[in-house]
């Protein structure tokens, strides 16, 4: 019955080779739902964590962008974008994402260093590429299942409850941390004031597993459309070098530039470049592809160019926090050191 439905449905004998889907589009849409599920997870989240600081610092000027989440239309309308954004972009291209966000955080943390401003920055950037490591997971690990659309189905509704509750939270966080963490009889807030220092390197960790995961499925999935080793050579080549250097010049770009504005100059570099790459080495289908990558960047990055701010105003904050205590403990020392400069010039 399911094969009949999806037989029916418009594929390749109304739209051109290129147009059409890798896999039936039921089997799609479920990936897209399963990965724009972990995208709004992990935004969810990490507006958690920004918002417990900014509480904990006992002020809403600490960032000077106060953290908001979307309304409800907003929202749903930008969860159903990404998702049939997901859902067109095929396993190829969704490979090369993921590939290149790892190329580049790679780099940047080996140059730049794991700082706190760069890591939140980075999980902020990553949603995107999240979003295709998950259909890129999920296409490498039930190819050739005999029931993949059921096993998709459970993964979709798994996704769609973890999504539902990090949202939950969000809003609890948002209306009641504050007075719930200083009255003291809420346990949700009560962990997040004990324990809430853990979220982003639970985070940091989770995202490190999906794309360890999604890197093999990556390479597996691209060696896939080639005949030989030499052919894979060819292709793989160009790619590295190209995105080695792209990556240096991206990093150089955002030390000039505002946080914000330096992520959005650095996606079209990316995607530019990728695209070029891929009208030399790669199909029709991979660039248009990527054209349709540009809109879910676009779709993840613009809402929360907030979190982007936040990330970088942070930082700056506990530094300056830091500064009094620093300068006491140096007084300090030095009221200390100069009795005894006194003593040993007396002797």
Not at 105 to 118: D, R
Request: hydrophobic residues 45%; aromatic residues 8%; proline residues 3%.
């Amino acid at each position: 019955m399911l094969s009949f439905i999806t037989w029916l449905l418009p594929t390749s004998y109304f739209l051109p080779g290129w147009l059409t889907l890798d896999i039936n589009p039921l089997e799609s849409l479920l990936q897209g739902l399963v990965g724009a599920c972990g995208i709004s997870v992990l935004c969810s989240l990490l507006r958690v964590h920004f918002e417990k600081n900014g509480e904990d610092t006992s002020t809403q000027k600490t960032f000077g962008h106060p953290i908001r989440t979307k309304p409800g239309l907003t929202g749903l309308l930008q969860f159903l974008f990404v998702t049939g954004i997901l859902c067109v972009v095929g396993s190829r291209v969704a490979s090369l994402v993921v590939l290149e966000f790892c190329l580049r955080a790679v780099s940047g943390l080996v140059t730049a260093g794991p700082s706190g401003k760069f890591l939140q920055q980075l999980l902020v950037q990553s949603q995107f590429s999240l979003g295709c490591a998950l259909t890129c997971s999920l296409h490498f690990l039930h190819e050739g299942a005999a029931q993949r659309w059921l096993c998709l189905l459970l993964a979709a509704a798994l996704s769609w409850f973890l999504a539902r509750q990090a949202t939950n939270l969000l809003h609890h966080v948002i209306a009641l941390y504050k007075l719930h963490s200083s009255q003291g009889y809420c346990g949700i807030c009560i962990s997040l004031l004990t324990s809430g220092s853990s979220l982003l390197p639970m985070l940091c960790r989770t995202i490190i597993i999906t794309f360890s995961v999604a890197v093999l499925a990556a390479v597996s999935t691209i060696n896939q459309h080639f005949l030989s080793a030499t052919e894979a050579l060819r292709f793989w080549t160009p790619l590295t070098i190209c995105y080695t250097l792209l990556v240096v010049y991206m990093q150089e770009e955002q030390h000039r530039l505002p946080s914000s504005q330096a992520v959005l100059n650095a996606v079209v570099v990316r995607l530019g470049g990728l695209m070029v790459l891929m009208l030399t080495v790669g199909r029709w289908a991979d660039v248009f592809h990527i054209l349709i990558c540009f809109l879910g960047e676009a779709s993840c990055l613009l809402p929360t160019k907030d979190l982007l701010d936040a990330a970088s105003s942070q930082v700056r904050n506990v530094s300056k926090n830091h500064e009094p205590s620093r300068r006491s403990i140096r007084d300090r020392h030095a009221g200390i050191l100069k009795p005894a400069r006194l003593f040993n010039g007396t002797i």
